[in-house]
């Protein structure tokens, strides 16, 4: 089945360590995204990627930086720059044109915590 | 800009009982709308979308939704709930044409089904 792949689905780290979350999608979606998601804050937009070896940011950057080698990837590095890095991490995709552009297929999730 | 308001943060319901999720959104330009399902620790999934043509919208789980331009509404409802149906809900907006960038979600409805 297609779908997305979000790895590790629970994550500590100390204070000062980056860490990488890992996003594989097989949907052949042009269009990739990563959200984080605190508690009564709903999804802020951290970084998107319509097309490979391509990215922008979103509304909350800062302290975190992507890649787009492939086009089914798009991982996610959490910086010892991002302050309060604790909180819920989804990506998503979807196909870049047309009607289902707008729908977005979500990955199950990846839970840091900082300790 | 666009905006979206989900009026309740919390909805708490019995079993079997109708329950309606409010969501009000602000725009200036026609829009996209939608219902995503979040049940715990898990992404998010799509529950219907309304793109144009009528403004009544079935959805999986026996959700339907109706968009009503005059009030800038998109509420959502189901006649008789499960406990399976406890989750977090989402409304989100976005501008037509597939610019997933401008995205705009609510905070969410924790949705409460009690025996």
């Known amino acids: 089945d297609g779908g997305i792949t979000q790895s590790p689905k629970y994550l500590f780290r100390k204070e000062g360590q980056n860490v990488t979350l890992s996003c594989e999608q097989n949907l052949n979606h042009d269009a990739m995204y990563w959200y984080r998601q605190d508690p009564g804050q709903g999804l802020r937009l951290i970084y998107y990627?319509?097309?490979?070896?391509?990215?922008q940011k979103g509304d909350i950057a800062e302290g975190y930086s992507v890649s787009r080698e492939k086009k089914e990837s798009f991982p996610l590095t959490v910086t010892s720059a991002q302050k309060n890095p604790t909180a819920f991490y989804l990506c998503?995709?979807?196909?870049?044109?047309?009607?289902?552009?707008?729908?977005?297929?979500f990955g199950a999730g990846s839970r840091l915590t900082v300790l | 800009a666009q905006s979206v308001t989900q009026l309740d943060s919390q909805v708490p319901v019995f079993e079997e009982a109708p329950v309606e999720l409010r969501c009000n959104y602000s725009s200036s330009v026609s829009v996209y709308l939608f219902w995503y399902v979040q049940y715990p620790n898990q992404g998010l999934q799509l529950l219907l979308k309304?793109?144009?043509?009528s403004t009544l919208v079935k959805g999986i789980n026996g959700f339907e939704a109706e968009f009503n331009k005059s009030q800038t509404s998109f509420h959502l409802r189901k006649p008789s709930v499960h406990i399976s149906d406890t989750a977090e809900y989402f409304c989100a907006v976005s501008p037509p044409a597939g610019n997933n960038r401008k995205l705009i979600w609510g905070l969410g409805t924790s949705l409460a089904v009690n025996p």
């Open positions: 990627s319509q097309i490979v070896n391509d990215f």
């Open positions: 309304y793109l144009s043509g």
């Open positions: 998503a995709s979807s196909i870049k044109q047309g009607p289902g552009a707008n729908v977005l297929t």
